[in-house]
Every structure is written in C-alpha cells, then in structure tokens.
C-alpha cells in the first residue's frame, strides 16, 4: 500500500494523506540553519548544533505525535483548520504534501479556500521561510483569520526539557512591529536571538504560550484562536512563542500570499543592545528585508533548486530501470546530503540531544558525498582527524559546536582508525588533492600538537598493527562497527551503557571485521604512500595486511563463512560451534570486499550469508538470534530476537554484501539484494515498512520479530553513503580513482543498457554501457585498454563500454 508517489520531473515525493504510519519527515537546510519537517508541518529548527542551539521546541514521543512544530490555523466562520492537518485536526477537502529537496509544499483546502504553504531555508541565510499563499475558491467573499505560531525552545534542548526550577523564570521576548523577537539568556550570555515575522501588519500576537493555548487546551485549539483573538501577552518565564495573527479578506477567486520568517541572529558581544537591554536588531532587519515580498521567496525557491539541480548534475544515470534511476538521480544522493550535515544528531529518532558528530559515522557519510562537494568533505576530514589522539585511537564524537572530542563517550572503539583512512583516500581518488596530507592537524584538537594529515592516517593504521589479540586478530576494544558487540563489558547494572562501560580489559577479544576492514584500508594506505613514494612503509603495511589475511584464513574462517569475532576467553563469536548468533553478516561484507581468501571463499560466504541471513527485505545482521542476554557479548543480546543489532536488517551493512557480490563479478545477485530495501523499491509495502518511502531506514525488523518488515530509524544511517557506493561505484560500476575514472560495471541480465553522467576532476564524462559484440571501451571513439579513462583536460569526455 502507499501513501503517495514520487514525482520524479519536480524531484518530489508527494503524500497524498496525512496519516501516513509515521511521520514523513523532510530536512531543510545546508548549512547553519537546519531544519526538521513532517508531513504534518511538524518538527524543529536549530542553529549547528541540535543540542545547544535550538531553535524551536518540539517533543519526542508526545502524545498526540508529532505535534507542534509550526502551527498554521485558518479560522472561516466556525471552521478552524490547518494546511498540513495538524495541528487543527479538521478533516480537509484535499490535502498534499510535497517533499522536495530542502523544501516541503503543503497544499490544504477546506470549504472554498485553498491554502498553500511552502517551507525552506533558504542559501546562505540563517532563517527558515514560510510562504502561506491564500485563495479563495469560493462563491462568496470570505473574511479570514489566520494565525502563524512557534514555541520557542530556550536554546540548550537538553535543559530546555529538564531544568525547569531555571527555565519557568528566564524565557523573554521584544515585540516590534509585526515580529517577535526571543532573547532568553541574552541578557546574559547569549550573543544570538531569533524571530518570528511576518511581512504584513499584524492584528495581533501573543508571546506566552499558556495564555495563547488557555487552561486544559491544546495545540489542536488554541483559547486564542477559539475566539479569533489576540491577547497581547508578553512572556516572562514559563514558556515563550511567537503567535501572529492576520485578519484576511478574499474576494471570489482572490489569493493573498503571506511570509512568515522564522530568524537565527548573532550579534558581535560589543553590539548586543542598541539600548540598555534592548537588542541590536541590526542584522535582523537585513534579513527581514532580504526577504519581504513573494517575489524574493520565489526567488530563493529558484535558487535552491537551480542549486540542487547542479549538485544532482555531477552523477546522473538513465537505464531501463525507472526506480534504479530515482533512487541514484535524487533521494540517495540527497539523504547522503542530509547524513553529512546531520551524522547522527537529529532526527525523529534521533533527538538531537545526545550523539554529536560520529567519527565512524562521518567518515562512513562522506563516501557518499565526497563528489557532491569536494571542498566541505576536505574540511570535514580535517575536522574528523583533530579529534584523534597520538597514539592513532580517536574520541568517537564530538559536538559540531565546537567540534571537540566528546569526552564522556571517549575512545576505544578500535574500528574507528581505520575508517579515517577510507575516507581520505576516497577523497583523494575522487579530486586527485594529494595536498590535503599536508595540511597540519592538531591531535585531540590541542594547539602546537599538528602534524600534516598523513601522519594521522599512518597512526591510525599503526593503532590496528600493534593492537592484535591471541590470534593475530585486531583487538576489538569496546566495540567496533557493531556497536552492541561488547565484549570486554560485563555489564549487571541496569541502564549502564554498553558503550562507555569497559570493566573487564580482557586485552583478548578480537575482531574478525576490523581484520577485514585492515586488509582492505591497510592496502588501501600502503597504496597511497607508495604513490608518495615512501617505498618502505608501504611493504611494512602489506606485510601486515598479509599477516592479518593470513591470521583470518586460519582462525577467521569457519568452514563455510567468516567468523565475527573471538570473546574475551578466546571463544569463537560467529561460528557453528556457538548455538545462536552463528553467522554475522559484517564480515561477510568485509572479508570479501577486501578479497580475502579470494573469489573461492568469497563466493561461498555469500552463499552463506544469503542462506541464513536473507528475508524479503534484505539480509538480517545475525542468525539465529541471541534469546536471552550473555553478559559476555553484551547490548547485542539485549534486543528482542529480531530487532536492531539482534537479527533485524541492518541495512547499513547490506550494501557491503552488494559490493562483496560486485567483487566476485555476481551482477544479479547483487541486483537482487539491492533492490529489496532500496526505498523506491519497497513504496508499495509503505503499511509494512512505515517509514519513509523514499530514504533508507537503520533497521527493518527481522524474521524473529513480531513486526517483521517494519522499518524504524530512518534517515540518519550510514546505509545512505554505503547504498550510493554500492549502487554507483558496484552495480554501475563508476569508480574514481588516482589516475582517472573506472568503469567497470557489474549489472543484472535484466539491464541491458544504461547511460551515465559523470562530472570528475572537472571533466564531464557521458558513459554509455551496453552488451554486444566488440567488447571492451572506447574513449572519445577510440579504443583504451582496461577498464580506466585516462585523464583528460577537456572538458567533455564520450566514453562508450561494451560488455
Ligand atoms: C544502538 C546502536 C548505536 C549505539 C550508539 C545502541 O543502543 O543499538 O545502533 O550505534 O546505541 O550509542
Ligand atoms: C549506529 C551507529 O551510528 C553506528 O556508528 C554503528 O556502526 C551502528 N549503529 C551499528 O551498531
């Protein structure tokens, strides 16, 4: 069943009903201002950083859901309603909902007027832009009153929702003209407010929520827009809003168009008042009249189009397959947008309060992002690598604020080295900088400690040579990629993280996919210095990468799949030999993609892989599910049998078995499994799935679980990065590398043909791909050996493969 359809020409997905199973969320925003929207006009808006700069509150888990957020209300006659349903609730005569790339449309219509709202941050301001254009439809002359209305969240989320002996006596605004202005702390500390206005006058406002929703209300139906009024309230403490309200008359077949602004602004500390206590509002101003009339939102709208339309423009494929081609040309290439702003932080499951920036997670996004915009993953590398300590271990997060290592979460996670180094080679393939290994990066960010970048890929690679357990293997630490596999925490207290706790440095417990990841990356690292030259380090590093691939195909293989992990006394995790959680797919993913054991091995573990791990969606995590909790392996027993890293489809993972399936040249089988959770794919189970219909989820409940086949999670998941490298650089084959672009496509019988736009190292590539006869690739009409495109300076590049 679904609840919309993608509209591929506008870029858009378009709900048709409110009540999707969960909120469909879209994210606004590129740069400093981000914001969360549902298809119900909810969500929150904040300033970098969803922790400390939060903009508008919202509620996790509240009750009704997903409600606040903006709240429109149009009142004709008795009829209150919303145009995006909530929050009023009124029954609308159509309502839509487009998702577009970094805007959302919601079109609702109730009794002769048609409401039209359009939201978007636009480029490179600090503010959120709401154009709510009115029609009258009717017969009839209709006399209107609307209210726009937000809730101020007062800054820190985290405090905003706990401290509230503080908070009921700090909360204050201005009021000027037709705009609200919240300045909470900014007496004191704070150097930022923000705003809420609208370009027209106003016959109204309201600033203290209390007053404007009225005793035993809710924000279904407001006291203040029960009875079509104002009451000029003016917060102080409790909780802050800004509610304006207009009185609109339409004649017949008139429309009127309104823009709300919602504003972030800081002040240098020197120009905070413009007198005692009141503030500059400056810059405030300057936005309000960069955007004061439709014409500029349309404007801005252009803008953020034309701009998608360039960044979509660098990877483009047109094949047979229409979902293939939605799936690469717009939303995975988008949510690999998103995952780069957001890592981890905020989303509907992610409540933007704990986890700031992952390292592994990040340097996981960019593998998806790095050809949208070279230049911000350099800097993001750059950032990623000063929160490593000198000895190659990093801090696992840190707050995109001030982008230090979080020290409550610390280190120890031994996969996280590694991936620093994934992430700067794929940044080096894909712009040819070799210059980024020079820049000085500090360690644990501290002033004085910088050594260029390459010094901190040769510890990270170090860290994972000289920190092997009993069988050669890598140590595990407290996890690795798998965050649930704790096997050096023997944790009996309720609610303590798995995570941070390590109680039991058992200095034995090996990981069987960190191993994979090093032959992989270690390779990878020893290729990159050797083309800089350093001849000997580059033999010591494949030394050890052989010596670890040999360590694997000893105590690594299970006879027919490759094992997890050994446990703290040595035991085997991921093997016959253990009754539940027999096989895990990580390694499968690894080992094979870093061709260990070869194409003999490789086949036979995905062969495993497939028939113990495979359902309709995918391939679970693990099987058969851990039943009971084994303190000894830790949060992975703690889900119920089938959920998250207990047996559910991980589907972060899934595409490193499409990659593993590409190394061993099994186009179909890759195919296959790349299309039972690519989103487009699944649209019409949207009742089973319940997300999204057009971003990847973290986790679809596995076979074990009561609601097999539901998804949840979703969008902030490195599934979106991996995905795109799977179904660009595996299936499709299109991989940046050092010395030019390869292509060496790995597609199912049922694609016959397909032709691809690459834009790469400043050269346009048109890469047509079919099967015939005269096998091989011709470049610009002439024969190349191989499968690689010679550089070129030209600024268009005809390439034609024939398989
Ligand atoms: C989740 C993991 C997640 C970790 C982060 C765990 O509860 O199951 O997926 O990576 O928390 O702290
Ligand atoms: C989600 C985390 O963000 C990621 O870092 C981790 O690898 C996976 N969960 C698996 O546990």
Same mark, same amino acid.
């Given at each position: 069943m679904q609840y919309g359809y993608f509209d591929d020409n506008a870029r858009e997905y378009v709900i048709t009903r409110p009540d999707t199973p969960l909120p469909w969320v879209n994210y606004l925003g590129n740069e400093g201002f981000f914001s969360l929207i549902s298809n119900t006009c909810g969500g929150y808006c904040f300033y970098r950083d969803a922790k400390l700069r939060r903009i508008t509150r919202f509620r996790y888990n509240s009750v009704p859901n997903d409600d606040g957020g903006r709240c429109f209300y149009i009142c004709d006659g008795d009829i209150t309603w919303s145009p995006a349903f909530l929050p009023a609730k009124t029954p609308l005569d159509s309502y839509r909902c487009r998702h577009g790339l970094g805007y959302s449309v919601f079109e609702g219509e109730k009794n002769g007027v048609a409401a039209e709202l359009s939201v978007m941050v636009p480029m490179g301001d600090a503010c959120e832009l709401q154009k709510l254009a009115l029609s009258n439809t009717s017969k009839e002359e209709k006399h209107l009153t609307v209210y726009g209305a937000v809730e101020w969240c007062l800054w820190n989320a985290v405090d905003d929702s706990t401290n509230f002996q503080r908070n009921w006596n700090i909360g204050e605004v201005e009021i000027e003209d037709s705009t609200v202005y919240h300045k909470t702390e900014y007496r004191e500390r704070r150097n930022h407010y923000a705003f809420y206005s609208v370009n027209a006058p106003i016959a109204g406002f309201d600033t203290d929520r209390d007053t404007f929703l009225g005793q035993f209300r809710s924000w279904s139906e407001p006291q203040a827009v029960k009875e079509r009024t104002s009451y000029g309230s003016k917060a102080s403490g409790w909780s802050p809003m800004a509610a304006l309200r207009l009185e609109v008359d339409l004649l017949p077949g008139e429309s009127k168009s309104f823009l709300f602004r919602l504003g972030y602004v800081e002040n240098p500390r020197e120009k905070k008042f413009s007198a005692p206590g009141v503030i500059d509002k400056q810059r405030a101003y300057v936005l309000l009249s960069t955007y004061n009339t439709a014409e500029q939102f349309d404007q801005a709208m252009g803008a953020l189009k034309d701009y998608w339309t360039g960044i979509l423009s660098r990877f483009t494929v047109q094949s047979t397959e229409e979902k293939l081609d939605r799936m690469v040309n717009i939303w995975n290439q988008y949510q690999c947008m998103v995952t780069f702003n957001m890592s981890r932080s905020a989303s509907y499951y992610e409540s933007g309060t704990g986890r700031g920036m992952g390292f592994r997670d990040s340097c996981q996004d960019l593998l998806g992002f790095v050809h949208l915009i070279p230049e911000r993953a350099r800097e993001r590398?750059?950032?990623?690598?000063?929160?490593?300590?000198?000895?190659?271990?990093?801090?696992?997060?840190?707050?995109?604020?001030?982008?230090?290592?979080?020290?409550?979460?610390?280190?120890?996670?031994?996969?996280?080295?590694? $991936?620093?180094?994934?992430?700067?080679?794929?940044?080096? @393939?894909?712009?040819?900088?070799?210059t980024i290994l020079d820049e000085p990066t500090p360690f644990n960010n501290q002033p004085g400690s910088e050594k260029p970048l390459l010094e901190h890929l040769r510890r990270s690679v170090n860290y994972t040579m000289t920190h092997r357990g009993p069988h050669g293997l890598p140590l595990i630490g407290r996890t690795d990629w798998n965050d649930c596999l704790n096997l050096n925490c023997f944790s009996h207290t309720p609610g303590e993280s798995f995570q941070t706790c390590s109680n039991f440095e058992s200095g034995k417990a090996e990981s069987v996919f960190i191993a994979?990841?090093?032959?992989?990356?270690?390779?990878?690292? %020893?290729?990159?210095? !050797?083309?800089?030259?350093? =001849?000997?380090?580059?033999? %010591?590093?494949?030394?050890?990468?052989?010596?670890? !691939?040999?360590?694997?195909?000893?105590?690594?293989?299970?006879?027919? $799949?490759?094992?997890?992990?050994?446990?703290?006394?040595?035991?085997? =995790?991921?093997?016959?030999? /253990?009754?539940?959680?027999?096989?895990?797919?990580?390694?499968?993913?690894?080992?094979?993609?870093?061709?260990?054991?070869? @194409?003999?091995?490789?086949?036979?573990?995905?062969?495993?892989? &497939?028939?113990?791990?495979?359902?309709?969606?995918? #391939?679970?995590?693990?099987?058969?599910?851990?039943?009971?909790?084994?303190?000894?392996?830790?949060?992975?027993?703690?889900?119920?049998?089938?959920?998250? !890293?207990?047996?559910?489809?991980?589907?972060?993972? /899934?595409? $490193?078995?499409?990659?593993?399936?590409?190394? =061993?040249?099994?186009?179909?089988?890759?195919?296959? #499994?790349?299309?039972?959770?690519?989103?487009?794919?699944? &649209?019409?189970?949207?009742?089973?799935?319940?997300? !999204?219909?057009?971003?990847?989820?973290?986790?679809?409940?596995?076979?074990?679980?009561?609601?097999?086949?539901?998804?949840?999670?979703?969008? #902030?998941?490195?599934?979106?990065?991996?995905?795109?490298?799977?179904?660009?650089?595996?299936?499709?084959?299109?991989?940046?590398?050092?010395?030019?672009? @390869? =292509? &060496?496509?790995?597609?199912?019988?049922?694609?016959?043909?397909?032709?691809?736009?690459?834009?790469? @190292?400043?050269?346009?590539?048109?890469?047509t791909v079919r099967r015939g006869e005269n096998k091989g690739l011709m470049v610009d009409g002439k024969p190349v050996p191989g499968n690689q495109i010679p550089l070129t300076a030209a600024k268009l590049c005809e390439v034609e493969l024939t398989l």
């Open positions: 590398i750059l950032d990623i690598a000063s929160i490593q300590f000198p000895d190659g271990s990093t801090y696992h997060q840190y707050q995109p604020l001030d982008k230090r290592g979080n020290a409550d979460i610390g280190s120890g996670f031994n996969d996280d080295p590694l $991936w620093l180094v994934a992430c700067t080679t794929a940044y080096i @393939r894909e712009t040819g900088d070799f994979g990841m090093f032959v992989k990356y270690g390779k990878e690292y %020893a290729e990159l210095v !050797e083309r800089l030259g350093i =001849v000997d380090e580059a033999k %010591a590093v494949l030394a050890a990468a052989d010596e670890i !691939e040999a360590a694997v195909l000893t105590h690594g293989w299970d006879g027919a $799949w490759f094992r997890r992990a050994y446990d703290a006394f040595e035991r085997p =995790v991921g093997s016959c030999l /253990n009754e539940e959680g027999q096989i895990f797919i990580e390694p499968q993913g690894f080992c094979v993609m870093a061709g260990i054991g070869g @194409r003999e091995y490789g086949v036979k573990a995905l062969a495993s892989a &497939e028939k113990h791990l495979g359902n309709d969606f995918g #391939l679970e995590i693990l099987h058969p599910c851990y039943t009971t909790y084994l303190d000894y392996l830790g949060e992975i027993s703690s889900y119920p049998p089938g959920y998250k !890293e207990n047996g559910s489809v991980f589907c972060h993972n /899934n595409p $490193w078995i499409t990659l593993g399936y590409c190394s =061993v040249k099994d186009g179909n089988s890759a195919f296959n #499994l790349y299309i039972r959770n690519a989103p487009a794919y699944i &649209e019409d189970r949207s009742d089973i799935h319940r997300t !999204e219909p057009y971003c990847y989820s973290q986790t679809i409940a596995g076979r074990d679980a009561q609601n097999y086949g539901e998804a949840k999670n979703s969008w #902030l998941t490195g599934t979106a990065a991996w995905s795109f490298v799977a179904v660009s650089q595996g299936i499709l084959g299109i991989q940046p590398d050092y010395d030019g672009l @390869r =292509v &060496e496509p790995c597609l199912p019988d049922q694609i016959k043909s397909c032709r691809i736009k690459r834009l790469f @190292r400043g050269t346009r590539y048109e890469i």
